[in-house]
């Protein structure tokens, strides 16, 4: 099956900067690439995703990259706020297998 | 329901106990996953289902971990003679998207924590 590795592990920065998680993925035929957010005592909730026939893709705030040939993708944060202060995942697939595996997550605190 | 539902929301059992976990996912939504989340861990992958085909299993930890969907439905994950490793969170996630039609959302429960002394 699919294995995803995500760096860092943890990750703080200053309420303003951007944020940038990055995750590798081993299997090429991946083609699915969500990221999820779980706050402190919450459950994990999408709040973007991108197929690989896309290079990146934005909202508001958040961004995602792709780079298939080198089998990553980076979640990208500016203008961080204490809010997006939680643990974010990353997970690969290949679209039509529903199979979802997800790396060990970064935990992100954005100092006021 | 209005969300995935779990129970029980809390257990804690003696080593050796058998304890099962139940997820009642959102109404016609086809694919289930089980994910266990130690303290400060990742989601570990347990077990997929998808409608009425034989499920992914491959993310057990031993034979001692099994599940069940009954009618396309509610699950129940079973763990057979609890030890203290077994410590956790437990999370279902039901997703709408048929088989073939690549992924959906996961929409996640509240989770099973599970305590094993």
């Known amino acids: 099956g699919e294995n995803v590795e995500q760096h860092p592990s943890t990750l703080s920065v200053q309420e303003g900067d951007s944020a940038v998680i990055k995750c590798t993925y081993s299997d090429s035929a991946s083609n699915y690439f969500p990221w999820y957010k779980q706050e402190l005592g919450k459950r994990p909730q999408l709040i973007i995703d991108i197929r690989s026939n896309v290079g990146e893709k934005k909202d508001q705030r958040i961004a995602v990259t792709l780079n298939k040939t080198a089998k990553h993708f980076s979640l990208h944060i500016t203008e961080t706020q204490p809010e997006d202060s939680a643990v974010y995942f990353c997970a690969a697939t290949v679209y039509n297998n529903n199979d979802m595996r997800f790396g060990a997550g970064t935990r992100l605190t954005v100092k006021p | 329901g209005a969300g995935v539902s779990q129970s029980p929301s809390n257990k804690v059992t003696e080593k050796g106990k058998d304890v099962e976990l139940r997820c009642d996912p959102i109404s016609g939504h086809t694919a289930l996953y089980w994910y266990r989340q130690s303290l400060g861990q990742g989601l570990e992958f347990l077990i997929y289902f998808q409608g009425n085909s034989a499920p992914d299993k491959s993310g057990l930890p031993s034979d001692r971990f099994s599940a069940e969907r009954t009618g396309g439905s509610v699950s129940t994950l079973t763990i057979q003679r609890t030890q203290q490793e077994d410590s956790a969170v437990y999370l279902c996630?039901?997703?709408?998207?048929?088989?073939?039609?690549?992924?959906?959302?996961?929409?996640f429960g509240e989770g099973s924590r599970l305590t094993v002394l």
């Open positions: 996630a039901s997703s709408p998207t048929p088989l073939g039609q690549g992924p959906g959302e996961l929409f």
